[in-house]
């Protein structure tokens, strides 16, 4: 089954608001920063957004950066079929770039299998300067 990048058509009405607004943004969004821009929508508590992230990020959809502790909508249509996520995260311009590595997630996948440990999921958070920024500076 293929998913695409689409937005699902049985979203929620807070859903489909909560990963379009994700969807716009460049920068990660803290479940506050996605409240103040639906207000106009009439969204008014957190738990409504908190709820609709949930499911977003059960389906892959969207991800939860646990250092920053915000959401990115999710940039690969195929990620939620893999067990590595991995995020380079930009301390300068707040970009972010995700990416799963096959050769990573293998290892992991190895060492788990040899100690017996049940991974239910893996997310990387690779903190720096993105190329773009580095140029700026040089
Ligand atoms: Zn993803
Ligand atoms: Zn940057």
């Known amino acids: 089954m293929a998913e695409t990048h689409d937005t699902p058509r049985d979203l929620t009405r807070n859903q489909g608001l909560v990963l379009g607004t994700l969807n716009r943004s460049t920068a990660p969004l803290s479940a506050y920063d996605i409240l103040d821009k639906l207000r106009e929508e009439g969204l008014r508590a957190p738990l409504q957004v908190y709820r609709a992230l949930d499911k977003l990020v059960e389906r892959g959809l969207a991800h939860r950066l646990e250092s920053l502790n915000a959401f990115v909508a999710?940039?690969?249509?195929?990620?939620?079929?893999?067990?590595?996520i991995a995020f380079a995260i930009c301390e300068n311009c707040g970009k972010v770039d995700e990416f799963a590595d096959e050769v990573i997630e293998e290892r992991l996948s190895g060492w788990a299998g040899r100690?017996?440990?049940k991974t239910e999921r893996t997310t990387m958070e690779i903190r720096g300067r993105c190329a773009q920024c580095l140029k700026a500076a040089a």
């Open 115 to 117: 100690t017996g440990f």
């Open 74 to 84: 999710c940039a690969d249509a195929h990620c939620h079929r893999k067990g590595l």
